[in-house]
């Protein structure tokens, strides 16, 4: 009987939630190290040398970048599928993926959320306030008009659930976190599957795990997360101070 | 009969570079219009719309980011295999590439080649000389470090040729650009593996483009290109007048 399944990462990042999005769905044993944003000590660094989250450890596997980790978890788990059949299908899958990971990242993670959430509450520091005036009005728009170029009126972008319906939807929900949402009479495609996906029971249930988060001090989460059924494992790296660093994978 | 595969993007870019290989080492008929770097018209932003290379046109399919692509090529066209077969090894070899496609490509083309090539030959402005220092004395040791301890004392990586033995090479190539080489008695497997996938018959062919393209004005490539056996397209996009923002893919 193998180990179960270790993530690394915090409930808040959408490169975390995409990986245990698909593992819930896989319906797959695990539990996470919920470390916190930009914590992790030098034991951090040796398993994520990019000092990213998430890390996945599946046995003797230590794995990094969520976009490595997820196929990983369809190669090794099929079933269900989340990469579409189709050649043409799939690779269109992973490029949406992509965007999500680098662009969407870029403005709605670090020009909205980092801004007005992390930078403020976490480091202490002010919001940059024009930095988040131009990802309102400018940059968060084009990445929206590109997006909804690419999806369909109504249902998932490839018919079934697969990984670029769930990159899209981690993204919006962090963004979330600092009161973005999509108008949905503008880009009336993109709001209807972001809104889609997020009412699935697996969004709903890392949902209840992320506001555990959101709303408590660092010090009274675990506890939280523990009662609100959480797989919290019993190790922890979120022991140094928190540092600048922790990006993206 | 379907049309022939079409590459848009230079022979300088790591992330053409490990496309190409791919192409060739499956031995697929293609042509490609090679963009000069940081060039392309509107016409380009419609198919790039983070405006990077390469671009792959399949027929009616128009795919972004290097790592979809050569995921897509293995997808379509499986032998030869450029994937290890074994699940972990997979993760690993495309972990590889992701390390190359961000971390090498900060280190090698944003602090070396750019600062050292295209910002003063192609921009006609200074070099950072203090980045560029800390590149060679701190960053590039620090990625080489973790390379060496993941690479084996001999062979490709995962015993047969795979994406992450392409990468590796095609980023160390274009540090070359401005004489940069791995100091192989500090990190020796790091050198011999470059050193060996660099003298496979596709690097070697597509090293006689890459140097056409280094050794003459632009005016002149495209005629040298083409007797020097060079699949050319008869189109091309590289008409605007050359404008920052072409980042990897």
Redesign the interface.
Same mark, same amino acid.
């Given at each position: 009987m193998p180990d179960r399944l270790k993530i690394i990462g915090s409930y808040l990042s959408p490169y975390v939630r995409k990986v245990l999005a698909c593992i819930e769905l896989k319906g797959l044993d695990y539990e996470i190290d919920p470390i916190a944003p930009f914590v992790g000590d030098d034991r951090f660094s040796r398993l994520s040398? $990019?000092r990213r989250i998430p890390v996945l450890i599946?046995d003797d $596997?230590v $794995?990094?970048?969520s976009?490595?980790?997820c196929? @990983?978890l369809e190669? *090794?788990h099929p079933s269900p599928t989340l990469y579409p059949a189709d050649? /043409?299908d *799939? /690779?269109?899958a *992973?490029?949406l993926e992509? @965007?999500c990971d680098? *662009?969407l990242a870029d403005v709605l993670v670090w020009r909205l959320f980092y801004q007005l959430g992390v930078k403020r509450h976490l480091f202490g520091e002010d919001t940059d306030q024009a930095t988040v005036r131009q990802a309102r009005e400018v940059e968060i728009p084009a990445a929206l008009d590109?997006l909804e170029s690419q999806l369909p009126d109504e249902g998932f972008v490839f018919g079934t659930l697969s990984i670029a319906d769930i990159s899209i939807a981690s993204f919006f929900r962090t963004a979330a976190f600092v009161r973005y949402a999509i108008d949905a009479a503008r880009w009336p495609r993109c709001a209807a599957l972001v809104a889609q996906v997020q009412a699935l029971p697996v969004f709903d249930k890392l949902a209840r795990f992320e506001d555990c988060m959101l709303r408590l001090p660092l010090a009274e989460q675990r506890a939280a997360l523990l009662s609100a059924g959480a797989p919290l494992g019993s190790d922890t790296l979120g022991t140094a101070k928190p540092r600048h660093g922790l990006r993206r994978e």
């Open positions: 040398p $990019l599946d $596997l $794995l990094n970048d976009s490595v980790i196929q @990983y190669d *090794r050649h /043409a *799939r /690779a269109r *992973r490029w992509e @965007y680098t *662009r590109y």
